[in-house]
């Protein structure tokens, strides 16, 4: 199939690199030339495993190519995937000013029937709109289908290749048949294609989102409380995810999440929720336990220091908001770093990936080391924010030799308190004894 990507973010790409892997020929379009130029020498912008690889073989068979032209795009296709951005707006709304423009713009270039896939994650009745805007300037047949997106940083091109299930909202019985053919590559195995109407495929994302952030604010929320009554969370999460009815996932206690997608979607569908004048109360309760969340671990920092912070030095390991991604778009280290600084703290920071993208956000107010244990030197305390591998089995007495005292806050529960105490640290994590 001819398939055109507008949008080479995060989504976009992948998906792109995906449908060519598969055999169909594929062009990505963006407006950010220099995205593009650098596209085509096989410079990737963001980091995801086995993304660079993929890009690079597809583009080099010419299955894969990269525009900044709209009318190319629109006119190579029969299908046309919107991979655009949906900020968030002050009002928590999802801004869909780029994807109504865009709407707008390929009108202008319309030379026959096209399907027209919203994969951007939408507020329900987005895809009316978008087919409101064909309806008045085309004769062509233009159908709009909701096809969002279930993509996990660090493992995408898996999540691709082998999805859960694919959502695909339409009522058009041919669309069907095209959408079904195009998808069947990706469930072989016998994973589910779901049709349903396309409000239906709009929320599903939502809801998908939401109810994934709820169950981490609600063991976050848990694991404060087992820091009182003197439980442990990590028993009381294996106790719980033994109940099949609950499962074993999403259960992990920490410092609350982050990300493009679940801070951002929430917002949304509490927005959404008010539009219709309904009050979502769990929902704005996930929202605001997990604002609490992310400042946790700065409050025990401060708590044990007794507020005396401004001659402290404190290593942070870890900041993209998970691990096997750069990705620091509302990372809890933003707020706990940021809340440090306020204090006049010493910040030494490490990340396998994310230097670069923290430099951005903290400019020159702390130190961005390469090796982590570079950043131990003089530290009055290790603040563990990302989870990352190379985190989990340290040299432990390498970090004691290089600290000024012994003190690990460890925001992921990647180590065992015992073990840490008989060591001889002083260790503390999110809901252990």
């Known amino acids: 199939m001819k398939i055109s990507i507008i949008g080479t973010g995060y989504v976009g790409l992948v998906q792109g690199a995906v449908f060519a892997d598969t055999g169909n020929t594929v062009l990505c379009m963006d407006v950010d030339e220099k995205k ?22 597809n ?3 010419g299955r894969l190519e990269f525009t900044t032209r709209l009318d190319l795009a629109v006119e190579r296709s ?46 329900v009745g987005t895809v009316d709109k978008v087919r409101q805007v064909f309806k008045k300037v085309t004769r062509y047949s233009i159908d709009v289908v909701s096809n969002p997106e279930f993509l996990k940083e660090g493992a995408a091109i898996q999540d691709s290749l082998k999805p ?48 994934l952030a709820t169950k981490i604010s609600f063991m976050n929320e848990l694991a404060n409380l087992c820091e009182r009554v003197g439980a442990d969370i990590n028993l009381v999460r294996k106790g719980m995810g033994s109940d099949p009815r609950i499962g074993s996932q999403f259960l992990f206690a920490g410092v609350g999440y982050g990300g493009s997608c679940f801070p951002k ?40 220091f007794d507020g005396q912070l401004s001659d402290k030095t ?15 778009r509302e990372a809890p280290a933003i707020d706990i770093v940021s809340a440090l600084l306020e204090q006049q703290v010493h910040v030494r920071v490490h990340d396998p990936i994310a230097i670069d993208r923290a430099k951005s956000i903290f400019h020159n107010n702390v130190e961005y080391f390469e090796n982590s244990y570079d950043a131990l030197k003089g530290a009055h305390a290790l603040l563990i924010v990302t989870e990352w591998n190379e985190f989990r089995k340290p040299d432990f007495q390498k970090i004691k030799s290089l600290m000024k005292t012994p003190i690990i806050f460890d925001g992921r529960n990647i180590y065992d308190p015992k073990m840490m105490k008989e060591l001889g640290f002083v260790y503390s994590g999110i809901g252990r004894k």
């Open 78 to 123: 029969e299908i046309i995937f919107l991979c655009l951005p949906t900020p968030q707006s002050e009002d928590g709304s999802a801004d869909l000013s780029h994807v109504m423009s865009v709407a707008e713009q390929i009108c202008q270039h319309i030379n026959g029937d096209k399907i027209i896939v919203s994969k951007s994650t939408v507020p």
């Open 314 to 328: 404190i290593a942070v390991w870890g900041l993209s908001f998970k691990p096997q991604t750069d990705d620091m």
């Open 164 to 211: 859960d299930r694919i959502v695909i909202g339409t009522r058009n019985a041919k669309v069907v048949e095209t959408m079904m053919e195009l998808y069947e590559p990706f469930v072989r195995t016998g994973n589910p294609i779901l049709f349903m109407d396309e409000h239906s495929a709009e929320l599903t994302k939502y809801a998908s989102n939401s109810f």
């Open 265 to 304: 979607d929430i917002k949304a569908l509490i927005h959404t929720s008010q539009d219709h004048e309904y009050d979502f109360k769990i929902l704005q309760a996930v929202d605001d336990v997990n604002t609490q969340q992310k400042k946790l671990l700065y409050r025990k920092v401060h708590h044990y």
């Open 36 to 57: 593009i130029h650098n596209l085509k020498k096989g410079i990737i912008p963001i980091f995801e495993p086995g993304l660079k690889e993929m890009v690079t073989h």
């Open 59 to 61: 583009a080099q068979n």
